[in-house]
């Protein structure tokens, strides 16, 4: 899983997308740039592939599909990206928590998470405090399990019913754009 991340000249973070098995990162690439605004955290060990920039760029004009395939899951990205933006603004810190820990849930798949508070509070670009206080309630609630520096999903779906809309509404667009193509 690889963290999308936006830094500010003071050096504070935010995570703006996420990518694991499903996707990859370096979308401006695809569009024929060369460089990008955003930094690329890997957050869990997996397998990868890498491509040179230019055979990527070959790949692509030589394969339509492999094109196609990449657009498509930079629309899913972008529009990712635009709700996430969304929620940062308008749900809580326990809902964004609920989300993220969803979000990464899916591309990691697996029910521990390997996450510490300051980690945490970096990528939901809040106070560390607040996280606490969210990760606090969410573990009393019994839907997760914190222990120095792992996170452990205990209650899937009450964990999707304490997020926001947010995680529902992404989920349930890439089921329709995924739907239509299949039609």
């Not at 000249?9 to 979308?27: M, R, T, Y």
Request: aromatic share 4%.
């Amino acid at each position: 899983m690889a963290s999308i991340l936006n830094v500010m000249n003071d050096g504070k973070s935010v995570e703006v997308g996420l990518a694991g098995p499903e996707g990859f990162v370096g979308i401006p690439l695809i569009a024929g740039f060369r460089t990008s605004a955003t930094r690329i955290v890997v957050q869990a060990v997996g397998t990868a592939l890498r491509a040179n920039a230019d055979d990527l760029q070959i790949a692509l004009r030589n394969c339509p599909q492999l094109l196609a395939e990449l657009l498509r899951y930079s629309q899913e990205a972008t529009m990712e990206v635009t709700q996430i933006a969304a929620c940062n603004r308008l749900h809580d810190v326990e809902q964004r928590l609920a989300r993220w820990l969803l979000m990464t849930q899916d591309r990691v798949r697996s029910d521990k998470l390997p996450l510490t508070q300051e980690f945490l509070s970096q990528m939901l670009g809040t106070r560390r405090s607040s996280v606490s206080v969210a990760a606090a309630t969410l573990q009393k609630a019994g839907l997760i399990q914190y222990n120095r520096g792992h996170v452990s999903v205990v209650n899937r779906k009450a964990l999707e019913n304490a997020s926001c809309e947010c995680y529902g509404v992404i989920q349930k667009q890439i089921q329709n754009w995924r739907g239509e193509l299949d039609q």
